[in-house]
């Protein structure tokens, strides 16, 4: 799965940029970041085309996240070997290695915050639907920035299943085969 994230020159306002704030001379410019941390950087002419680009990087991160479904990564909990599977309709799910048990699962909609260290840690913060008391879980992973990346694509997904006007365009435009079969946007939060 090669995941990226578009990430737009808002250093210019209506034709209005400081020239110090931009890379180089070109205006309409936006960086894209693969999920290895690798950043590109592009300069389109016009602002419109700037925004065709957004548009496509969008279009594409949902595709891709309606394709796969789920991920899954090696973590460790602990100093346990873990396994953190982002999964489209059922949220965050950590299961042990060896045994394959699970030891938690959220929904997205219980994800109340996170944060990592920058280096191999994310600490998320869950609520728990019956006590709603915040408990937090904090794994370890080899591949930090992908895991990142893989949440944010899986919430970009989730909160463009929320808006009608985007669906409606994606049901238009993809002709993609859903896995299960029964057809798109099932996916509950």
């Known amino acids: 799965m090669l995941i990226f994230v578009f990430i737009p020159n808002k250093n210019f306002t209506e034709g209005f940029h400081q020239d110090s704030d931009l ?6 410019c936006f960086s894209v970041q693969s999920e290895c941390g690798e950043d590109l950087y592009f300069s389109v002419e016009l602002e419109s085309d700037l925004t065709l680009w957004e548009k496509a990087f969008q279009t594409a991160t949902f595709l891709e996240v309606e394709r796969i479904q789920c991920k899954t ?3 460790v909990l602990e100093s346990h070997l ?7 309709s059922m949220g965050f799910v950590c299961f042990d290695a060896a045994t394959k048990a699970v030891l938690w699962r ?10 990592d260290d920058g280096k191999s840690k994310i600490k998320f913060l869950f609520q728990n639907q019956d006590t709603k ?21 899986f919430f970009a997904a989730k909160v463009a299943c929320l808006d009608p006007l ?5 049901a238009t435009t993809s002709a993609a085969p859903t896995t299960s079969g029964t057809g798109k946007l099932k996916y509950t939060t």
């Open 133 to 153: 008391q915040i408990e937090a879980k904090e794994l370890e992973f080899s591949n930090l920035f992908a895991v990142l990346h893989c949440i944010h694509s």
């Open 73 to 75: 990564y090696a973590c």
């Open 166 to 170: 985007y669906v409606g365009s994606q």
């Open 82 to 88: 873990m396994g953190l599977t982002i999964d489209f």
């Open 23 to 28: 890379l180089d001379r070109r205006k309409h």
């Open 106 to 115: 959220y929904k997205f909609s219980q994800l109340k915050g996170s944060s």
